[in-house]
């Protein structure tokens, strides 16, 4: 098969949807790649190593999108990029349809085969896509609250780790799952004082092993969150219900008992945030403060680490993406009900069922289960 890799054109998007170890990998296949030149350039992958990858550099994304029968991409497509792809193409990269009609329009009338990372899942329930950027967003909350913890930088100038003689800060991490385990190992080993809330009793009771009783576990509720968040240095706020926007379970009172000079870090702002004074920032301007603590709410965290997420998310993608390439799209999605789950759009059909709750009466779509688009 002829994959094909563009250069990222959202607003600040530095990562690619192959690595020249990806590209090596599916030359090893026997399939040829095309990589639009500078495609990785700005994290350190130049053209000469996709060359010597096996990759053939094209000189624009409309000869990528020409030639390609696949096309591998970390963004959802912009509508320029949208209107390059056409039936029989395949193109697998995050889309994010439900809250972006204009998106899913434009894919419809491509007629292309459209899998979303996002919807992928595994035999534990989980989504394996999604979740090495979540472990980056995890540990990035860390790194960004100890940063923002100095005084230069707004904060009240602790030290997370405390020294031989200081107590060390207080981190409460509200949220359990890869995040908020993430968080809790880059806190713990900075040497802070670690508490966990979670809803969840068989999580906590995993995390308790997990961390051999390092961190504190403590269930969720109004009372602890109120409690925890007034003596903590650093709260991260790592919860989600799936398919719903995240409960705001630090609420303005919250925030002004907090110390002055704190820090609050809400990864799940992606999902409307869980503190309620929490607006989405960007990593051109990434914190405010209210009442003396200071906000970090980046909706796009992975993307300040642009090598580190292009490499974790790759390793997740690859497996999925040498099925496809092999096999072709529809064998590769029959063969395996994860994948299948991940198809979205398929020569004009929605058969992604979320999708067509969230814009079926607006856009006038039904939905067609995916197996049977692709009969
Ligand atoms: N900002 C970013 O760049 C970025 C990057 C990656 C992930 N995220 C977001 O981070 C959030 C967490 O993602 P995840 O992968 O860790 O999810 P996850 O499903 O692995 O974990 C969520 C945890 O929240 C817990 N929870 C639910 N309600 C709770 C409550 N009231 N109190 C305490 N815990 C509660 C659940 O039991 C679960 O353990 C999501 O909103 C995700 O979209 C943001």
Same mark, same amino acid.
């Given at each position: 098969?002829?994959?094909?890799?563009?250069?990222?054109?959202?607003?600040?998007?530095?990562?690619?949807?192959?690595?020249?170890?990806?590209?090596?990998?599916?030359?090893?296949?026997?399939?040829?790649?095309?990589?639009?030149?500078?495609?990785?350039?700005?994290?350190?992958?130049?053209?000469?190593?996709?060359?010597?990858?096996?990759?053939?550099?094209?000189?624009?994304?409309?000869?990528?999108?020409?030639?390609?029968?696949?096309?591998?991409?970390?963004?959802?497509?912009?509508?320029?990029?949208?209107?390059?792809?056409?039936?029989?193409?395949?193109?697998?990269?995050?889309?994010?349809?439900? +809250?972006?009609?204009?998106?899913?329009?434009?894919?419809?009338?491509?007629?292309?085969?459209?899998?979303?990372?996002?919807?992928?899942?595994?035999?534990?329930?989980?989504? +394996?896509?999604?979740?090495?950027?979540?472990?980056?967003?995890?540990?990035?909350?860390?790194?960004?609250?100890?940063?923002?913890?100095?005084?230069?930088?707004?904060?009240?100038?602790?030290?997370?780790?405390?020294?031989?003689?200081?107590?060390?800060?207080?981190?409460?991490?509200?949220?359990?799952?890869?995040?908020?385990?993430?968080?809790?190992?880059?806190?713990?080993?900075?040497?802070?004082?670690?508490?966990?809330?979670?809803?969840?009793?068989?999580?906590?009771?995993?995390?308790?092993?997990?961390?051999?009783?390092?961190?504190?576990?403590?269930?969720?509720?109004?009372?602890?969150?109120?409690?925890?968040?007034?003596?903590?240095?650093?709260?991260?706020?790592?919860?989600?219900?799936?398919?719903?926007?995240?409960?705001?379970?630090?609420?303005?009172?919250?925030?002004?008992?907090?110390?002055?000079?704190?820090?609050?870090?809400?990864?799940?702002?992606?999902?409307?945030?869980?503190?309620?004074?929490?607006?989405?920032?960007?990593?051109?301007?990434?914190?405010?403060?209210?009442?003396?603590?200071?906000?970090?709410?980046?909706?796009?965290?992975?993307?300040?680490?642009?090598?580190?997420?292009?490499?974790?998310?790759?390793?997740?993608?690859? +497996?999925?993406?040498?099925?496809?390439?092999?096999?072709?799209?529809?064998?590769?999605?029959?063969?395996?009900?994860?994948?299948?789950?991940?198809?979205?759009?398929?020569?004009?059909?929605?058969?992604?069922?979320?999708?067509?709750?969230?814009?079926?009466?607006?856009?006038?779509?039904?939905?067609?289960?995916?197996?049977?688009?692709?009969?």
């Amino acid at each position: 098969m002829l994959v094909g890799v563009p250069k990222e054109i959202k607003n600040h998007e530095y990562r690619v949807g192959l690595t020249p170890a990806a590209v090596k990998e599916f030359a090893a296949h026997g399939h040829n790649i095309v990589v639009e030149t500078q495609a990785g350039a700005a994290i350190g992958f130049s053209d000469e190593d996709y060359i010597a990858a096996g990759a053939t550099i094209a000189s624009t994304a409309q000869q990528v999108f020409a030639e390609a029968e696949m096309i591998v991409k970390v963004k959802e497509p912009q509508p320029n990029e949208c209107k390059m792809l056409r039936k029989g193409q395949t193109l697998y990269t995050y889309l994010h349809l439900a +809250p972006d009609p204009v998106q899913t329009e434009l894919l419809i009338a491509s007629g292309a085969t459209c899998i979303a990372y996002e919807t992928v899942t595994d035999n534990r329930n989980g989504l +394996p896509l999604l979740a090495p950027m979540s472990e980056v967003a995890g540990r990035m909350s860390v790194q960004a609250g100890a940063h923002y913890l100095e005084k230069a930088n707004g904060g009240s100038g602790t030290l997370l780790g405390g020294v031989p003689g200081v107590a060390p800060g207080k981190v409460l991490v509200i949220g359990g799952g890869v995040v908020g385990t993430n968080a809790a190992k880059m806190a713990l080993g900075l040497g802070a004082d670690v508490t966990i809330l979670d809803r969840s009793l068989p999580r906590l009771r995993q995390l308790d092993d997990i961390f051999n009783g390092q961190v504190k576990t403590v269930f969720s509720t109004v009372d602890a969150i109120e409690q925890y968040s007034a003596e903590a240095d650093l709260v991260v706020g790592a919860v989600l219900i799936p398919g719903a926007t995240a409960p705001k379970l630090l609420n303005k009172a919250h925030i002004k008992a907090m110390k002055p000079g704190a820090v609050v870090v809400d990864v799940a702002i992606d999902q409307g945030g869980c503190f309620e004074t929490s607006k989405a920032t960007t990593h051109q301007d990434p914190v405010y403060v209210v009442d003396d603590v200071v906000h970090y709410c980046v909706a796009n965290m992975p993307g300040g680490v642009a090598r580190t997420s292009t490499m974790a998310l790759n390793n997740a993608t690859l +497996p999925f993406g040498l099925a496809l390439a092999n096999k072709g799209a529809k064998q590769a999605m029959l063969d395996d009900k994860h994948l299948l789950n991940g198809l979205n759009v398929h020569e004009g059909k929605v058969t992604y069922k979320a999708v067509v709750d969230a814009l079926g009466e607006s856009l006038g779509l039904t939905y067609t289960p995916a197996e049977e688009a692709l009969k």
